[in-house]
């Protein structure tokens, strides 16, 4: 009976330390994700902008461009489905901002898909000048149709002879 | 009309999680089908504008909005039905958070230990109150200077979303694989979700698209706060939700318009909803599973490695316990397959019927042999894979420890941390990380462009679920006395 009371006393003896340690990594891992909340927050670096804010309430546009809005004059004479070709001063592949350009246009003119490849009956050529579009309208077999600035304009293939 | 496009899918989604708990006794119910509110009801009205769109093409629109109409008119019905001459459900007792900061404010409290947790709850609760207004500034500033997102949200979700919209009949130009960077073979939930929006305002809406990002993330964090609240502590729910919107991986990519916030709403839900259906054998919790998990799969190709892992898991346990009958599993079996069906079979048409040319993995023209080559023998590549796993899991910056924190969890948390099924979040995020790693190797892109541009993104979708696991794990504070759930022990 002593020894069984004297084991139990050790027993609970060595079980205290064991359990202190485990609420103490309780508590610890409580108070170090408060901590880490605390030094986590930091004030917003952002001001709103009111003028934006009430365009965005509004509904409306505002002072918001619409992605690829560049291309609006071509908006009315395009139709309003089907595959055309999209050239510009070089092949966007490896560019990130002409690629990015590129997928803008096709945002603004969808659903009218865009093939960056120069093999659609036509297209739109879309160029810094005049002689960069007609270099570019050689080298891919288009001529333009219907010029709507310098180095812009529509542009069918040219007949095969 | 926005208030129309709010309201409706609002609606559905709370009607619908209504019905689908109505046998179910889980606490807080009323939060729960709160927080599914949105992220279901978008949900169903993108499965529903899809078909809309497949069924009447050029019509797609105003069948879309009748089919919603008559749905919500039916919800609205079937509710006013079942609540007709039964006391209302909305009580005027102040709720459990309300109540400890009451309790707290009252000098009359007795009990010491009850005023310091009531106290230690208030203050959470303020803290909490504190943060979210602090979110909600953070992504108005964000969404204000940047409204068209991300790279992605630009060129590809919103960009399907505007297929949809601008020319209903010439919606299926989203599949084209001419068209650049935009996936044939992508599921659809959230351009269904900016498309719906647009439709009902009748004008793309700048404003729509951070609405539904919003929307989602708010759920997720209130997701994480029931489950926690529900099942372990008040505190420990507030702590988590406190801790949520400070980690800056959800912050920033809450306000990017990208799917993933979305997909890990879906993931965490769904695992959460298995665990509870495992726990109490209500097949209505199967079904809800099962449905969530197929909203995975209809919002990212990923959500199809979830669904796999979730039914393995839940299969597996189904069929080793002892505690039911061939005919229980069975039916549980089926509940969680009916709950699937809908979103799987949508998103298996759109990959099989409509975006079968240019996608990543169907229609890529590579074979089994190709794969197995890709992914066993480029030791190269394996080993550059994982090192970047475990850099960017701890990298704080991003994370703020919340990987570490898992680990913690994992290794050394509470004794019970896997009892009563805790296990499956662990091994779910487990799978759920595996297969990005295997995606990684198979991917037909660059490594370490898919590495650099989305490898950290990848990894959030499991980090909500890690947080539920680890706040689970470290064990409860503060905690009333209950006696439903199964208690985890403080230490």
Known sequence: MLQHQITEKIKNTLRMPARSLASLWHYGLHLSILVLILINYSPSQLEIHPVLLRNLLSGTQGSYKPLGAELAPFKAILPQKGVITFLMDKPRYGDKELTEFFLSVQNFLCPVILNSEPVEPHGIIYCTNDDIANARLSETGYQMVAKQSAGKGIMIRKRRT | ?491
């Open chain 2, 1 to 491: 009309m926005i208030l129309l496009a709010l309201v409706i899918p609002a609606t559905l989604g709370f009607l619908s999680t209504r019905f689908l708990l109505r046998k179910s006794p889980l606490p807080y119910s009323w939060l729960l089908s709160s927080v599914m509110a949105f992220p279901l009801g978008l949900g169903i009205c993108s499965l529903v504008l899809f078909w809309s769109y497949v069924i009447a093409n050029g019509f797609g629109r105003s069948l879309t909005l009748l089919v919603l109409i008559v749905l919500f008119i039916i919800a609205m019905g079937l509710q006013i039905k079942a609540s007709w001459g039964r006391p209302s459900p909305i009580s005027l007792h102040p709720g459990p958070v309300l109540g400890n900061i009451f309790n707290a404010l009252n000098p009359k409290t007795n009990s010491r230990t009850s005023l310091f947790r009531n106290w230690a709850i208030t203050l959470a609760a303020l803290l909490f109150v504190y943060l979210f207004l602090h979110y909600t500034y953070y992504f108005i500033g964000k969404v204000v200077w940047n409204i068209y997102g991300g790279w992605d949200a630009r060129y590809f979700w919103n960009l399907k979303a505007k297929f949809y919209f601008r020319v209903p009949a010439e919606w299926k130009g989203m599949f084209n694989p001419i068209l650049d960077w935009a996936h044939p073979d992508y599921p659809l939930l959230l351009p269904g979700a900016v498309a719906w929006g647009w439709i009902t305002a009748g004008k793309e809406l700048l404003i729509w698209p951070p609405i539904v990002d919003y929307a989602f993330f708010c759920s997720l964090c209130f997701l994480v706060i029931w489950y926690l609240s529900a099942h372990v502590s008040w505190w420990n729910g507030l702590l988590a939700g406190c801790y949520l919107l400070t980690v800056h991986m959800f912050r920033f990519w809450s306000t990017t318009q990208y799917a993933d916030i979305p997909l890990t709403f879906f993931f965490t839900s769904a695992a959460i909803l298995l665990l509870l259906a495992i726990r109490s054998k209500d097949k209505h919790l199967f079904l809800f599973s099962g449905l969530l998990a197929g909203l995975s799969a209809w919002t990212k190709n990923e959500g199809l490695f979830f669904v796999l892992w979730l039914g393995l898991t839940g299969a597996a346990i189904l069929l080793r316990s002892r505690s039911m009958t061939r005919q229980e599993k069975k039916s549980m079996i089926l509940y969680f397959l009916g709950g699937l069906l809908v979103p799987l079979a949508t998103v298996v048409f759109a990959k099989v019927v409509l975006g079968v040319k240019g996608g990543e993995y169907i229609g890529s023209g590579r074979n089994l042999s190709d794969y197995i080559r890709l992914l066993f023998f480029d030791a190269a590549k394996t080993k550059f894979i994982a090192l970047c796993f475990l850099v960017f899991k701890s990298t704080y910056s991003q994370w703020q420890g919340l990987w570490i924190l898992f680990l913690a969890g994992l290794l050394a948390g509470n004794r019970d941390r896997f009892k009563d099924y805790r296990w499956i979040f662990a091994v779910l995020i487990a799978g759920i990380e595996l297969g990005y790693f295997v995606i990684l190797h198979v991917s037909p892109n660059d490594p370490k462009l898919q590495v650099e541009t989305s490898l950290m993104r990848l990894m959030m979708h499991g980090a909500a679920l890690a947080m539920v696991f680890t706040f689970e794990a470290i064990g409860p504070l503060f905690r009333a006395q209950r006696k439903s759930d199964p208690v985890l022990s403080p230490g």
